[in-house]
């Protein structure tokens, strides 16, 4: 019978192509009556229309007019020999009419079987378009199905608007942060086909952990669409910048219209915004309930303040993403009595870097500084180690802190190959911190455009091909202080960018070898595959713009008060992190405590969250840094270590 159905669907799919085909000069229009006939052909065709329930109500109808219709005439002829009542008579019609097999069974005279062969021969007729009708219903619920327009009935979920790839690394950061929750749940909503969505998050999201991901598609700026995602009774809300958009930044502000126009009160929204001229409409849309992440201006301050010491992209990455420790905000707890320096040692496992007083967090607060009631700012590995409670029983020991000292700034040489959009903030950027007199050299293979005017900087641009070996030679000595490599975004698609920075790595890091020079050298990438390639290159370190945005998003949306913090970090102004000489602060070649590393760095007004060691790096891909090392964990003091320490300089 199922093959049965399936014919029927054939048949009428080329029937309808057939009619389709044929032109409408041969189907002559017939003039509009208001016959009898006509009024009842207008309303079959009404019903009709209405779907699979009323063409299966209308072959329910058919099969008792048919019963009926046989009923009465065995009964008025006396055609059966069994003799019963008329509903008995009706039932064994309906048995007669559904299943062919009942004919088997019929006694009784020729006209009797006869009789019922012909309500059998009918009964096959209704019930094969009966299949018909309710395989091609339930094709159609499967084709809804898999369009993905049910409305997700979920609370307290996680929704993701527009699509990216950046989503990958957004729902693999979402998954491990969902660890501790119970039932997650993940709704994503795009303008692109359901089963591809969930087939790609299949091949690039290698494990859930446990939380659920349902894709929706639709237009996250269409408010209809929108309430697919359930919106309304989300925990957070991330909003994607497309990639495949002519003016993103307009999608973005309209979607947050849709999501806004209700009013101020919903769930906390992150959204992207790829230029910086439409942060201020954004954020006029947007209102309190919204944080905008400017993606150019992340990831120029990043590329920055990587490329002022190696080993930074690694601490940063450490403390953006959920795979190893990460800052969470510590509100009740029992050192209210104490100095901040002396809150620094009293959790074995966690690492106090801030405090915020009155919602405003400040990093690396004075040492004599009294904790009072504020919330701690504090890196940890997860939530669930954090307690109020001291727990570390480790105490400096103040007979091997340092007492090494930094040079005064000298002016700088750095060199910057490549161009793109986000260029231009990387120039700003790198003259905050460049002592005046510096000079910098930028080489690239296309056209430069703004240029800004710079105070401390001097900028030289040159013409040339990056990939060129001679012309890397030219301006790669041994005297900079700092190599920049930016991908061509701009210009190139992204695995032609990545491949053009690649060779240009491979060059600058065989020519630098050749004067034993150990100038850092940091690169941006585009893919984040191609970050392990990059290391072949012995690259300092590798900004992935996509991943570092993706990491950023998450964890904003799973806690406002992180932008503050975010850009204190990433900005200027305030305390930075900075990975300085190990003797500065401990007793070199000494076995040391982490606890007394720390004490070291507040002895300097600074904060420690981590120690970077070549002796770490052995076996590891995080350039050999440990952040948030326990307080009774030992260090044996080597030449060349790093304390990574937040500092206001």
Same mark, same amino acid.
């Given at each position: ?23 409408? %000069? ?26 699979? &329930? ?7 109808? +058919? ?95 996680? +929704? ?12 693999? /950061?979402?998954?491990?942060?969902? /660890? ?11 303008? *692109? ?58 999608? +973005? ?28 409409? %954004? ?15 992340? +990831? ?89 409670? &001291? ?32 260029? &231009? ?105 191609? *970050? ?31 932008? %503050? ?29 982490? %606890? ?32 948030? &090392? ?20």
């Amino acid at each position: 019978m199922a093959r049965t159905g399936q014919q029927l669907r054939q048949r009428t799919a080329k029937a309808m192509a057939q009619s389709r085909a044929t032109p409408a %000069a041969a189907r002559p229009a017939r003039a509009p009556r208001s016959s009898l006939g006509d009024r009842l052909h207008y309303r079959f065709d009404n019903s009709m229309s209405r779907g699979t &329930p009323a063409l299966i109500a209308w072959l329910t109808l +058919v099969t008792l007019l048919l019963i009926l219709l046989f009923s009465v005439v065995v009964t008025v002829f006396g055609l059966s020999d069994q003799q019963g009542d008329f509903g008995e008579s009706m039932f064994g019609n309906l048995l007669h009419a559904l299943d062919p097999g009942t004919i088997g069974g019929d006694t009784g005279t020729w006209r009797f079987k006869l009789t019922m062969l012909a309500l059998t021969i009918a009964g096959l007729f209704i019930v094969s378009a009966l299949i018909g009708v309710i395989a091609a219903g339930i094709d159609t619920k499967l084709a809804d199905l898999r369009r993905g327009r049910s409305i997700v009935l979920e609370k307290d979920h996680t +929704v993701i608007l527009g699509w990216s790839d950046s989503i990958f690394t957004i729902v693999r /950061e979402l998954t491990i942060a969902n /660890e501790s929750r119970r039932k997650p749940v993940i709704v994503i909503l795009a303008d *692109r086909d359901k089963v591809e969505m969930e087939e790609d998050l299949r091949a690039k999201v290698d494990d859930f952990r446990g939380t659920r991901v349902v894709c929706r598609s639709g237009s996250p700026m269409d408010i209809d669409d929108l309430e697919l995602s359930s919106h309304t009774t989300a925990r957070s809300v991330i909003l994607l910048a497309p990639e495949d958009s002519d003016d993103p930044d307009s999608e +973005v502000i309209k979607t947050l219209l849709a999501l806004t126009h209700s009013g101020p009160d919903g769930p906390r929204i992150v959204a992207e915004i790829r230029n910086p001229t439409n942060l201020e409409a %954004a954020r006029l849309v947007g209102a309190d309930r919204t944080v905008l992440l400017d993606i150019r201006e992340t +990831v120029a301050k990043l590329v920055v303040q990587t490329s002022r010491q190696s080993g930074a992209a690694a601490v940063y990455t450490e403390l953006f993403d959920y795979g190893g420790d990460e800052i969470y905000f510590l509100e009740e707890h029992s050192l209210a009595g104490r100095t901040y320096a002396e809150a620094q040692l009293a959790f074995e496992k966690a690492t106090l870097i801030g405090v915020i007083d009155d919602g405003v967090p400040t990093l690396n607060p004075a040492p004599d500084t009294v904790i009072g009631r504020h919330t701690l700012i504090v890196v940890a590995e997860d939530d669930s180690v954090l307690s109020g409670e &001291p727990d570390s029983t480790v105490l400096p020991d103040p007979s091997r802190l340092g007492t090494g000292t930094g040079t005064g700034d000298h002016p700088t040489r750095a060199l910057l190959i490549g161009w793109n959009e986000r260029a &231009p903030i990387v120039l700003r950027e790198m003259d905050h911190y460049a002592p005046p007199g510096s000079s910098l050299t930028v080489l690239t293979s296309f056209d430069v455009h703004d240029v800004p005017h710079l105070v401390n900087l001097e900028v030289t641009v040159v013409p040339g091909l990056t990939t060129d070996r001679s012309t890397l030679e030219e301006h790669v000595g041994p005297d900079l202080d700092q190599v920049l490599v930016l991908c061509y975004s701009d210009d190139l698609a992204p695995q032609a960018a990545d491949a053009r920075t690649l060779v240009t790595l491979l060059h600058v890091r065989d020519i630098l070898s050749r004067f034993d020079a150990a100038t850092p050298v940091v690169s941006e990438m585009l893919d984040d595959r191609n *970050r392990v390639l990059a290391q072949v290159a012995h690259v300092d370190d590798v900004v992935v713009s996509g991943e570092i945005v993706s990491l950023l998003v998450t964890q904003l949306s799973e806690d406002h008060r992180l932008e %503050a913090v975010f850009d204190q970090l990433l900005g200027d102004e305030g305390s930075e992190i900075y990975l300085r000489p190990a003797e500065w602060y401990v007793e070199p070649g000494a076995e040391v405590s982490y %606890a007394t590393i720390i004490a070291g760095a507040s002895r300097r007004n600074e904060t420690a969250i981590g120690y970077k060691s070549e002796a770490l790096a052995e076996g590891e891909a995080s350039f050999g840094v440990r952040v948030n &090392p326990a307080k009774s964990e030992t260090f044996h003091v080597l030449p060349g270590d790093r304390v990574v320490v937040l500092a206001d300089d």
